[in-house]
């Protein structure tokens, strides 16, 4: 089941948050998050930005969201997206079905543009975007630094 996330999925988002915080570079946090984080950031979703959870036998396997861009007006229209999924519960298009529904209800919203920032290498992540549409717009060099190596981010982006 996809839905929206609720204030009672907090704890869980975090958790599979903070694997990815203390573990890869594809976050660039370095401080793990709290529960009461996350429920402020589900608690800023909206049709614009939404925040989605997958779940099977109620268990949250993974989560989708979208931030908006910039803060100037001009930018309203699009949205930076994000997915992580449980590491145990990758592969198996768990993650495609959560974006698939995180796009279209972007589209409903009347959202232009998405974008995906990506930490690399990441293969996956690669992989999912241009599955969905997404296109390499740019790549900016060594512009993250965590756990000594400095990170390359490529954006990809996908017109709704």
């Known amino acids: ?5 609720a204030s009672t999925d907090a704890a869980r988002i975090a958790e599979i ?5 203390e573990t890869s570079h594809v976050t660039f946090a370095t401080e793990r998050v709290t529960a009461e984080q996350m429920a402020a950031d ?9 925040f989605l959870v997958g779940e099977r036998s109620g268990q949250v396997w993974g989560y989708a969201l979208a931030t908006g861009w910039k803060s100037r007006c ?25 974006y698939v529904l ?27 975007h241009e599955k969905l549409g997404y296109a390499k717009v740019a790549h900016l060099e060594r512009v993250g630094d965590k756990f000594g190596r400095e990170i390359d981010v490529g954006y990809w982006q996908v017109i709704l």
């Not at 089941?1 to 996330?5: D, F, G, K, L, V």
């Not at 948050?17 to 915080?21: A, G, L, M, S, T």
């Not at 001009?74 to 768990?94: K, N």
């Open 1 to 5: 089941m996809i839905r929206p996330a």
């Open 17 to 21: 948050y903070n694997h990815y915080i």
């Open 42 to 50: 589900i608690a800023a979703a909206d049709a614009e930005h939404p």
């Open 74 to 98: 001009a930018y309203r229209h699009t949205v930076e997206t994000s997915i992580y999924l449980d590491p145990g519960m990758t592969g198996g298009g768990r993650g495609t079905m959560l």
């Open 102 to 128: 995180l796009l279209e209800r972007l589209r409903d919203a009347g959202v232009r543009t998405a974008l995906g920032g990506i930490a690399l290498p990441n293969e996956a992540s690669v992989k999912l």
